[in-house]
């Protein structure tokens, strides 16, 4: 089969909107046009591997284009980073250049602006014919538990995401799907992979605004789409008309609450799971689904997915599964990408993700997942955000400490939380802080509310 996703577009879907931004479209024969005419000026880089910097935007679409036709392997930085953490980034991957579409100042790099691209001398070249492994981009991990991992992911990997995704989530040639994700983020470029590779349509938008996306879901005829948690809290605050056949939400976990609220408001949710490593979701779970309010994110039937039974942690084996970091070894076992996450899969085959293996609260024996305690929290109406983290203890070893961000009645909270877990779950001390720390992707990062709490 061919990875020339573009070129195989144009042919068979040539006048097929390919991707809207703003007031612009481009049919997917004009699209094809631009990115080869931005690859007659890339050519002149010779590049084999370069970062991006770029925003969600027509120019970041036809950018990304133009350099898959080179065969040049496209760092994806996130725009959120300082400039210490993106030169440290690029220095693990060996990267001296970066191109640019939203101003940026990165020491130790150069910096091409994209409007400058059409300076350079015009050069010709043949269209790269991707090989299976070979990569098309690399992401660093989020960085919850430690030092971000540089991610390569191959034209393979991207490809049995979007199959997968395709056969669970039913969109075709016809289908339009909205990006509101950044374009950075794996949530975001994998919407650019499926909607090329199937020939539908791409919207783009360049932030996050509850009544413009109602907007655009009730004028574009919107299909699908993907959010965090947080983006459809947001879009539920106000009201819409609609025309969506899947919402999915993935990037960080969600709760039944949220999930029962979209139903009720006719949104027809998918809850998912999936990682940088494999390319997006590789599970995900319907609406349809009763189980999708007990917390499963999917049931595991034909994927190769599995619980080490001595560890509990999740194993997942699959096309969309990256094979090494770059800058780190891919942990293993048996032949498997060795997630560490904590996960649990019941009689029927659905998959439940407990909580990270390093997130672990061992006191007094008994195993304690804070992610346990935290569903229980977010069922209490009136908490928008909270973390439990672990204190050492003496009697104990260790014991779990809930941080919120909002004031709520101690009593009524500890008796909600009495009546969901067992008595050696419950927080030990309650603090109440004035930010609770997330990482640049949008996740809560239990690592740094940890150090902050015992710094303080």
Not at 84 to 113: H, R
Not at 292 to 317: F, H, P, Q, R, W
Not at 349 to 378: H, M
């Amino acid at each position: 089969m061919s990875y020339k996703w573009l070129e195989t577009a144009s042919f068979t879907y040539p006048d097929n909107i390919a991707v809207k931004y703003n007031n612009e479209s481009l049919t997917y024969q004009m699209l094809y046009m631009h990115a080869h005419s931005l690859g007659t000026h890339m050519q002149a880089l010779k590049l084999k591997r370069v970062g991006l910097y770029i925003g969600n935007s027509l120019d970041s679409v036809k950018l990304i284009h133009g350099l898959m036709m080179l065969g040049v392997e496209m760092v994806m930085l996130n725009t959120r980073l300082t400039p210490g953490e993106l030169k440290n980034q690029l220095e693990d991957v060996s990267v001296s250049t970066v191109i640019a579409t939203l101003p940026a100042d990165i020491p130790g790099v150069e910096v091409i602006q994209y409007d400058d691209l059409f300076e350079l001398e015009t050069q010709t070249f043949i269209v790269n014919q991707p090989e299976p492994d070979d990569i098309s981009s690399i992401m660093f991990t989020s960085g919850t538990t430690g030092r971000a991992k540089a991610v390569p992911q191959t034209y393979k990997n991207h490809f049995a995401s979007h199959n997968n995704c395709q056969e669970n989530f039913g969109y075709d040639s016809e289908s339009t799907w909205l990006m509101v994700n950044p374009i950075f983020h794996i949530s975001g470029l994998s919407i650019l992979f499926r909607t090329v590779i199937t020939g539908c349509t791409l919207i783009v938008e360049n932030k996050f605004d509850e009544k413009r996306v109602w907007e655009i879901l009730a004028e574009d005829k919107v299909s699908h789409t993907s959010m965090v948690p947080v983006m459809l809290k947001r879009l539920m605050s106000t009201e819409g008309e609609h025309h969506l056949k899947g919402l999915l939400l993935g990037g960080a976990s969600t709760t039944p609450l949220l999930l029962q609220e979209a139903i009720e408001k006719k949104l027809p949710v998918y809850n998912s799971f999936g990682m940088t490593e494999t390319c997006s979701q590789i599970v995900q779970i319907s609406y349809k689904d009763n189980k999708i309010l007990t917390g499963a994110v999917g049931n595991v039937s034909g994927y190769d997915i599995k619980i080490d039974e001595s560890s509990d942690e999740l194993l997942i084996k699959g096309g969309s599964v990256v094979s090494d970091y770059l800058n780190a070894d891919l942990k293993q076992k048996d032949g498997y990408f060795n997630t560490e996450d904590l996960a649990a899969i019941d009689e029927d085959g659905y998959l439940y993700i407990l909580d990270r293996r390093t997130d672990l609260i061992i006191s007094g024996g008994e195993n304690i997942y804070p992610k346990e305690i935290e569903d229980a929290v977010y069922s209490l109406s009136g908490v928008e955000r909270c973390v439990v983290i672990k204190k050492d203890d003496e009697e104990w070893g260790s014991v779990p400490v809930l941080l919120l961000e909002e004031a709520v009645d101690e009593t009524l909270l500890l008796n909600h939380l009495s009546e969901h877990l067992a008595k050696y779950k419950l927080p030990k001390e309650i603090h109440y802080v004035d930010k609770i720390i997330m990482t640049s992707t949008g996740k809560i990062s239990r690592s740094q509310n940890q150090k902050m709490f015992l710094n303080s």
